[in-house]
Nanobody, 119 residues
C-alpha cells in the first residue's frame, strides 16, 4: 500500500523559509515523478512544482526563484524548500507521486501539511 507522509509545515512570518518533506513507502520511489500541490481556502488545488525520476524540475510561475524541489531516492523522500514566503503562499501543501505506463497511470496523494505565512 502506497503511503505519502508530508511534514515540515507550520506558521512562518513573511520573508521566512520552510522546508517540506514527503516520505514515501510501498512504492518504487525512483520510478515516480514527484510533485507538490497546494490548496488555499476557497480555491482549487494548484500545481506548485515537480521533479522527474531523472531529476528535471519545473515550477509554477508564482514560486519560481523562491521554491526549490529536490529528491533523495535512497531515502524515498521529496523536499520542497520554500524561501521568501509571502502571505499568498498560505495553503495546505500536498505531495503527489505519479507514474505513467503503457497500460495505466499510478497517482498517489499525501494527506497534506498546513503552511501559514503571517505576521
Amino acid at each position: 500500500q502506497v503511503q505519502l507522509v508530508e511534514s515540515g509545515g507550520g506558521l512562518v512570518q513573511p520573508g521566512g523559509s520552510l522546508r517540506l518533506s514527503c516520505a514515501a513507502s510501498g512504492m518504487i520511489f525512483a520510478q515516480y515523478e514527484m510533485g507538490w500541490y497546494r490548496q488555499a481556502p476557497g480555491k482549487q488545488r494548484e500545481w506548485v512544482a515537480s521533479i522527474s525520476n531523472g531529476g528535471s524540475t519545473d515550477y509554477a510561475d508564482p514560486v519560481k526563484g523562491r521554491f526549490a524541489i529536490s529528491r533523495d531516492n535512497p531515502k524515498s523522500t521529496v523536499y520542497l524548500q520554500m524561501n521568501s514566503l509571502k502571505p499568498e503562499d498560505t495553503a495546505v501543501y500536498y505531495c503527489n507521486a505519479q507514474r505513467v505506463t503503457f497500460t495505466r497511470t499510478y497517482d498517489h496523494w499525501g494527506q497534506g501539511t498546513q503552511v501559514t505565512v503571517s505576521s
